[in-house]
């Protein structure tokens, strides 16, 4: 399959009904045809500007969540050294003990981190779709006939992002 192919397409119906294909991946082993609930009618620029605000969504989140697992390999390793090296090389309990507890409140800040690192997460994607024009972030799958039967109409736009 050609890059390009693999790259979701959106249709727009004569009717203002909102499509996009979702292609073969790890999580369904076909061609998909979601469809959208929009609150306004949308044009193929508008699906394009909600493209690249996913992108950076998700580029943001994964680079945020990399910082919090950092923090929690820092905590691990932390308890490690603290127990395992420290008394070997001669360092004293106090010291020992200090380090542990930076960890553990590591470990107990890791809840309130998550939430910070991931930017509210589900409201913020929820909010980048209701932006666009697009009622829910969580699309309907129709049907392929019933999706093709919109897209081959007369009337009905489609586009790709590039790049």
């Not at 991946?25 to 044009?43: A, I, M, Q, S, V």
């Not at 736009?157 to 590039?162: L, N, T």
Request: hydrophobic letters at 45%.
């Amino acid at each position: 399959m050609s890059e390009q192919s693999e790259k979701p397409q959106w249709f727009i119906a004569a009717d203002g009904t909102v499509l996009q294909t979702w292609p073969p991946g790890p999580d369904n082993d076909r061609l998909k045809y979601l469809r959208h609930d929009t609150n306004r009618r949308l044009e193929l620029s508008d699906l394009y500007a909600l493209d690249e605000r996913l992108d950076d969504f998700q580029s943001t989140f994964a680079r945020r969540s990399n910082v919090l697992l950092v923090v929690a390999g820092i905590a691990v390793v932390g308890v490690v050294v603290a127990w395992l090296v420290l008394p070997r090389v001669g360092v004293g309990t106090t010291v020992t003990l200090a380090v542990t507890a930076v960890c553990v409140l590591l470990f107990l800040g890791m809840g309130p981190l998550a939430r910070a690192v991931s930017g509210g997460g589900r409201a913020s994607l929820d909010q980048i779709y209701l932006d666009a024009g697009i009622v829910s972030s969580n699309p309907k799958v129709i049907k392929d006939h019933e999706a093709l039967a919109l897209i081959e109409a007369p009337g009905t736009v489609a586009g790709r992002k590039s790049g």
